[in-house]
């Protein structure tokens, strides 16, 4: 379950910019990594739209915000133990502070924007 935070954004932390980071952590942890439910569509319209009509393959959307981990493997113990490891990697993602993962993601943002100052290793403020 992903906490209630209302001054948080924990879609975008587990995410990242354009996804980098969640690619990131399904690569290393060979896990696939889906946010379910309500408030995991972007657009808020879309997502009362698909509840509303019972939409084959959105029936996540009645219920509380989750991250779903999947795992493959050659048996059940190596599946469980790469489940742990994406599992314990996502936990610390929901903690709401500002810490060197933000930052990474905060400089990966600002590279795709170019607005990156690679010399001082920060975005420039406005």
């Excluded at 029936?59 to 981990?69: A, G, N, S, T, Y």
């Amino acid at each position: 379950m992903v906490p209630e935070h209302p001054n948080y954004n924990f879609i975008g932390r587990i995410l990242g910019p354009r996804g980098i980071s969640v690619r990131q952590l399904e690569a290393s942890s060979g896990c696939g990594i889906l946010i379910r439910g309500k408030g995991s569509v972007k657009n808020a319209e879309r997502e009362e739209r698909l509840r509303s009509k019972n939409t084959p393959g959105f029936e996540h959307l009645k219920e509380p915000l989750h991250v779903l981990i999947t795992a493959e493997g050659n048996d059940e113990a190596e599946c469980d133990a790469k489940l742990d490891k994406c599992k314990r990697r996502i936990e610390k993602l929901l903690k709401p502070e500002y810490d060197e993962f933000k930052r990474r993601q905060l400089a990966q943002l600002a590279m795709i924007n170019g607005t990156y100052d690679a010399t001082r290793g920060i975005t420039p403020t406005i």
